[in-house]
């Protein structure tokens, strides 16, 4: 979903730039940052703030900006990678990864179920929906999870995905969320590249 313009002084949303995703690296993963993800509220500081990684952690998850979710009711992330734009292996399976911590005060977890989507596009429309529930990450706090978001997807010759649209969302309850830290969106191979021997 396009939740309004970035450069719309008025608009409350953060709206992805493409530019920022990353990749291939050596082994054959790619990184979205969370510039090039579509956040809902993720311009309204009463919400969501900027943060600038350290150099561990910038090292350790491989990211360098990161958002942190003060609190919210309706927490909604989304992304789009366009396929034939990025250079994904033929006949490989990859997998989304979520790359989130949770601040030892975080709330409004333990009951609130949060759906993770992934919408393949060809000749036809083809979306999956898997619901997790959070808790368990946010019972290691100041720990970076990534947390599998949603079905894998297969780049082949046969069936061209032309576009893979993937999303959390949290909009069904009344509760209010807080405390979590989104680095961005890793997509990888389930088996990637061997390395050459020296």
Known sequence: MEIGQRNDYFSPHWKRDPSFIEGPDSAG?????????NIAWGRDHRYWRWITLGEDENRSVGFEQAVLLDQVNWFEVT????????NL?????YRLYYVVKFLPGAFGWHTADVKFMVKFKNTQEIMSTELIILETYKKQPDQWHEIPGGKPFVVNDEVLITTVEFGMFEVETDWWKGGMV??????????PP?????
């Open 79 to 86: 992304g789009m990678l366009d396929i034939p734009c990025l």
């Open 194 to 198: 061997a390395t050459e021997q020296q």
């Open 89 to 93: 292996a033929v006949h490989t399976t």
């Open 29 to 37: 993963s790619f990184s979205i940052p969370v510039q090039a993800l």
């Open 182 to 191: 989104l680095g961005g969106v890793k997509v990888k191979p389930d088996n």
